[in-house]
């Protein structure tokens, strides 16, 4: 397969000529008003008033009951997993197919994960397929869900909303139902996404946001636990603020916490970014429209887009190769990057990181046959406006 045309298309969607970055923050809002106010005021810790406007204001775009902003995603992961419940020697299912950092946070738990495989048109966990695996090697006893092969409890269901494109959640929830799971959402790609309507992050007990630099939005470092349940709430506010008691003077922590919570920095570039959110939704939008005509033509790969009954974030634009061929994934991808045009694969697969490759896992086909075909290609939202911030 001759890959120029492809390095054409990309070219033509993003309009720049020179290098261009997979996925670039832009400032062009109160950023720096916002941060400049923090470092005048002196307020740059975790007590400063901007991360309770970022809380506040996360919720009501997400429709969340509450949330609680963390440093970042892995940790807002871990303490969502450990309020779930999940425990030393325990079991969480998840795709292989994710960020290190899904199964790193069941680790931080002391967990084991259970890798699980996807579906093409999602390219998240496929609820058809872990039912059937669970058919064959859990049961319920003890109030809980057991793997047979292990012994070892099954305690957390996490679906990752790949790229910002929702799972099939009707079907992830079911099976979490059947087998009495609690599902806790790694939303940490999928701000802005909405499954039947309802934002995602909203459909297990707790979800997870990320707010790295190459999010959506940014905070610099940073994540949010978004969730309906108060006292889940109130608990991961406190766990993640050291768990100290309050007190006027008094140093007194009341059970193991964590040093987690989000810099008053951090949150104001947060509230200048959430003002602006529906804008850069709209422009990945167009840029999306731009990438699908300029590929129009192409033979042997194809733009991913959003699955039925969802609206996706499009956080990352995903080309999709019709063969599953690594020798030609890697040949696109040095012709892209050698082009200025900074591109990357799907991230290797859980199962085949060296240590997580002697964990429970399902057949995975479809993670071994998608990792040969992802390509990530420019996504920032201002190349809409000439490649410019």
């Not at 892995?74 to 969480?92: F, N, Q, R, S, Y």
């Not at 309050?246 to 951090?266: K, T």
């Not at 529906?278 to 699908?292: H, T």
């Not at 192409?298 to 690594?326: H, K």
Request: net charge negative; charged share 20%; hydrophobic share 40%.
């Amino acid at each position: 397969m001759d890959v120029d045309p492809i390095v054409d298309a990309v070219r033509t969607a993003v309009g720049v000529d020179g290098p261009v970055l997979l996925h670039a923050p832009c400032f062009d809002g109160n950023e720096l008003k916002y941060v400049s106010e923090c470092i005048t005021t002196g307020w740059v810790s975790s007590a400063g008033s901007f991360v309770t406007e970022f809380e506040k204001k996360l919720a009501e775009f997400t429709g969340a009951k509450f949330a609680v902003a963390v440093v970042n995603g892995t940790c807002a992961l871990h303490i969502a997993l450990k309020l779930a419940g999940v425990m030393p020697g325990d079991e969480v299912l998840m795709p292989s197919l994710t960020f290190v950092a899904t199964a790193n946070a069941a680790a931080h738990c002391g967990a084991v994960p259970h890798l699980c495989d996807i579906e093409p048109r999602t390219l998240g966990l496929d609820a058809g397929k872990l039912r059937e695996h669970l058919n064959s090697v859990a049961e319920r006893r003890d109030g809980g869900c057991y793997n047979r092969q292990t012994g070892r409890r099954i305690a957390a269901l996490v679906p990752m909303h790949t790229f910002g494109h929702p799972v099939d959640l009707d079907g992830v929830m079911q099976v979490a139902q059947e087998w009495g799971i609690p599902l806790v959402e790694d939303a940490a790609e999928s701000l802005g996404s909405y499954y039947r309507g309802k934002h995602t992050g909203l459909f297990g007990r707790m979800g997870v946001l990320s707010f790295n630099g190459n999010k959506t939005i940014t905070t610099g470092a940073g994540g949010a636990i978004i969730t309906d349940d108060e006292h889940l709430a109130k608990h991961a506010k406190h766990v993640t603020t050291t768990a100290k008691l309050p007190h006027a003077w008094e140093f007194v922590h009341d059970e193991v916490g964590y040093n987690y919570r989000m810099p008053n920095l951090n949150a104001a570039l947060g509230v200048a970014q959430l003002e602006r959110l529906p804008e850069l939704l709209r422009q990945k939008r167009v840029l999306l429209e731009r990438y699908l005509q300029a590929f129009a033509g192409i033979c042997g790969a194809r733009i991913f887009t959003q699955p039925e009954n969802c609206e996706s974030n499009y956080w990352l634009q995903t080309l999709v190769l019709d063969e599953p061929d690594m020798g030609l994934r890697d040949a696109v991808l040095k012709a892209l990057n050698d082009s200025g045009l900074q591109s990357r694969p799907v991230w290797r697969p859980m199962h085949q990181l060296a240590m997580y490759r002697q964990c429970p896992r399902m057949d995975l086909g479809c993670t071994e046959d998608m990792a040969k075909r992802i390509i990530n290609v420019p996504s920032s939202p201002f190349l809409v406006k000439s490649g410019r911030c």
